[in-house]
């Protein structure tokens, strides 16, 4: 299998919450995007539900 560089941007306080999420799982962010990805795939779905939250509130 060959890798690829995917880049994107997103906010910083956002990334620096992931990449603590990630470590304190022992992940790196690279390998709990990967994991989320592969799950979008097989499922041919997103794996949480999408809501409009300021409607349910």
Same mark, same amino acid.
């Given at each position: @299998? /060959?890798? /690829?560089?995917? *880049?994107? &941007?997103?906010? $910083?306080?956002? &990334? /620096?919450?992931? #990449? $603590?999420?990630? %470590?304190? @799982?022992?992940? =790196? =962010? =690279?390998?709990?995007? =990967? @994991?989320? @990805?592969?799950?979008? /795939?097989?499922? #041919? ?5 999408? %809501? *409009?939250? $300021? $409607? *349910? %509130?």
């Amino acid at each position: @299998m /060959v890798s /690829v560089s995917l *880049n994107f &941007k997103i906010e $910083k306080d956002l &990334k /620096v919450e992931f #990449q $603590k999420l990630a %470590e304190s @799982m022992g992940l =790196t =962010t =690279t390998s709990m995007l =990967t @994991m989320y @990805m592969r799950r979008c /795939v097989d499922d #041919q779905a997103i794996p949480f539900l999408l %809501e *409009n939250r $300021k $409607k *349910n %509130e």
